[in-house]
């Protein structure tokens, strides 16, 4: 592989984790984002909350907001879909919207299949992490 490909194909890839996936400490490549909702859910033990402030701490892991337009197409997606979403699983997916924006690719990171559903509702990628995910349509 050429030096410089690796950067560039990074460039055009970012990935947005929710819960579990910090959780797990997921490290699939660069550009790794969350939101402030998503960290705060990360109580489960001494372990994973030291190896997610070590990776907040270190830049590999950013956390950012969604816009106010990103979150009510989320809300708006979930609503005609049927399906209620937490406010983290609705920052989450407005996060990839915005994300989206700036990158080629965006992968969310989820076990959730209503979080799976409406990402590819909203023309996302995802990626399960224990379970098998949803058929993308």
Known sequence: M?????????YR???????????LGFRGGENLYTTDLAVK????????VARLEAMLASGIIKTIEP????????????KRRG?????????ILATALDLSKKFKEVYVVTDDYAV????????????PLKLPGIRRR
């Open 83 to 91: 399906y209620e979403l937490s406010e983290t699983d609705e920052s």
């Open 41 to 48: 859910e990360v109580v489960y033990g001494e372990i994973q």
């Open 67 to 78: 816009s106010t337009e990103a979150l009510a197409a989320v809300r708006e997606a979930s």
């Open 116 to 127: 799976q559903i409406l990402a590819n509702t909203l023309g996302l990628r995802f990626i």
């Open 13 to 23: 890839r970012a990935y947005i984790l929710d819960t579990a996936a910090l959780l």
């Open 2 to 10: 050429k030096k410089g490909l690796r950067g560039d194909s990074d």
